[in-house]
């Protein structure tokens, strides 16, 4: 990856903007959604960000090292060569925020690709997470075991789920769903032959069975680019290692040629 995605937290602190005219604007409007306190450079000793939008090059870069010399991280807008971070596009469904990043390369893609995100995720995303998360408790009580409660948590959210973030989802949807019956399914083994160690040659249905897969169990010569499309923190192992006892285990054999 060509940067760390990180979520920064800056209410009620203060962020430098330096620069003036339109683009200036909307970096401190920016600054205020977030719940930030745009100020000025003379207040860099009280902040830890900064964003210098000025269309002149060599003096955005004279602010841009005045201000990592006194050690803020800084965004030069339209230099991302001088930049520490670059802003995303974002997609705002509170609580959901859903970003989309091309490391400064083309804002103009990021942003078309958060607009189609914008027509497929519905206004009801945000109350489906403000709803998990006031249900937290209760769904450890249903769950109280943490694989347990993942797996009912995924098969819940995965397409068609009774939680499927897609589809429009009613105010007591996540209660609704607490009161059924439905249980995941404990244990299910999914074996995979590949044609190609291209990622972009994995099926919507493998693509989806890696991002939820409690363990994947692989072929040694699997790449690594294949392997990431997996969740964080599965188990993985190398082929032969037999299957878990629970859980979803995705096995994945790549095509000799």
Known sequence: MHSLPLFHRIGGQRVVVVGTGDMAAAKARLVERAGGVPCAETEAHHAKLAFVALEDERAAEAAALRLKRAGLLVNVADRPDLCDFTLPSVLDREPVL?????????????????????????????????????????????YPDGDARRRAIDAALQEGGRLDPFEPQGDDAVEQWLAGRAEANPQEVLDFT?????????????????????????DPHVPEALLVRARADAVRRALPADPPEDGLTVILRLEQA
């Open 98 to 142: 859903v970003a989309v990043s091309t490391g400064g390369a083309s804002a103009g893609l990021a942003k078309h690709l958060r607009l189609r995100l914008e027509a497929i995720l519905p206004q009801s995303l945000g109350a489906l997470a403000q709803a998990l998360g006031t249900a937290r408790d209760a769904i450890r009580a249903r």
């Open 194 to 218: 590949l044609a190609s160690d291209d990622p972009e040659d994995l099926t919507l249905r493998q693509a989806r069975a890696l991002g939820i897969a409690d363990t994947v169990l692989h």
